[in-house]
């Protein structure tokens, strides 16, 4: 029996090759805390969770072709919710945690409910995002109970022991516990992408009307790809709670912090597994290395003036994103669906 090619398929249906480079890759990020300092460990710990936030952001957009603006909403809720149960009750965010997925799959199941029931879809959709996300934080603003105006602050009494039960310790102990919700992140859309529910979000995005020709409930599973991928970001949510130690409704509910979430996975690449990953770290870096460059120069304002230009250039040069470039280089072509 001749030996299998080397670029055959491997282990859950990946080539070789794509294995090797995601096994390097992997051991390269679980080694990271004992080889770089605080400060490279802290950009690290930052492109993990975009890249967290931008898998639940596709879950919605990439898969199902429901574009969300307002993805912060479900930020917010899940920050607030296992941070005010820490706050008021003492309550672990591990128990928080489900709670809070829970509250923000419930609100996304809602909107998508209203939405499209009553046919709200495209542009008109997107902008319903932002309206919900932007009466939250007026909400927010004005209740007492979880700091108003003034935000909600996690109070912090150790930073150097660690404890993992009230995420509490110092920066490696954040940044393994991001880096297993990415791997689970990263496990649930796989497999979500290649059960039944994936295929019909697929029929969905492609062409609507001939999904629901072919029987698919186009309610159901629309509504269903936003409570998942509300529930997703909602653990983004609580990490940003626990890791930032206080957040405002200003900021945290802002659409800011949505367009974050989804730049990271239009430069890697859209309905994509592995494509919000590589654009959350390279989009990370590029925002470091901008920075540098901004205190070298001295000039207020360059990194975000260049922060654009990178953006267009990498858009303009791969406008299907950075990972549909890189696929084929490592063996993999769309079959494999990663």
């Not at 030996?3 to 390097?24: D, I, Q, S």
């Not at 460990?41 to 898998?55: E, N, P, R, T, W």
């Not at 898969?63 to 008021?88: D, M, N, P």
């Not at 970001?233 to 409704?249: D, E, K, L, R, S």
Request: glycine share 12%; aromatic share 14%.
């Amino acid at each position: 029996m001749n030996a299998a090619p080397p670029h055959g398929p491997g282990l859950a249906g990946l080539p070789r090759r794509a294995l090797v480079a995601l096994a390097v890759f992997v051991a390269a990020l679980v080694a990271a805390p004992g080889l770089v300092d605080d400060y490279i460990l802290s950009v690290l710990i930052l492109g993990l969770y975009f890249a967290l936030v931008g898998q639940a952001w596709n879950v919605m957009t990439g898969f199902c072709g429901q574009l969300s603006l307002g993805h912060a909403l479900y930020i917010g809720l899940g920050a607030y919710t296992a941070g005010a149960l820490f706050v008021r009750f003492e309550i672990s965010p591990w128990i928080g945690l489900p709670v809070a997925m829970v509250v923000a799959g419930l609100a996304g199941a809602l909107i998508g409910f209203l939405s499209f029931r009553f046919g709200i879809r495209g542009v008109y959709f997107a902008l319903l995002t932002i309206a919900f996300a932007e009466f939250t934080r007026i909400l927010f603003d004005h209740w007492g109970w979880v700091g108003g105006s003034s935000g909600l602050y996690l109070p912090v009494t150790e930073r150097t022991q660690v404890d993992l039960w009230s995420l509490r310790g110092p920066l490696w102990m954040f940044y393994y516990v991001i880096l297993a919700a990415v791997g689970l992140a990263f496990l649930i859309c796989r497999r979500l992408l290649n059960a039944k529910i994936g295929y019909y979000w697929l029929a969905i995005r492609e062409d609507q009307e001939a999904a629901q020709a072919m029987g698919i409930d186009i309610l159901r599973y629309k509504v269903l790809a936003v409570a998942v991928s509300a529930m997703m970001t909602a653990f983004g949510g609580v990490f940003y709670a626990f890791y930032y130690n206080q957040f405002y409704p200003e900021t945290i509910f802002n659409i800011d912090k949505s367009i974050e979430i989804l730049l990271g996975v239009i430069v890697g690449g859209i309905g994509t597994l592995f494509g919000p990953i590589l654009g959350a770290f390279a989009l990370a870096g590029i925002g470091e290395v901008l920075i540098w460059f901004q205190d070298l120069v001295g000039v207020r304002g360059l990194k975000l003036l260049t922060y654009g230009v990178v953006l267009m250039i990498i858009i303009l040069a791969k406008p299907d994103g950075l990972w549909p470039w890189l696929r084929p280089l490592l063996g993999l072509g769309r079959r494999d669906r990663a």
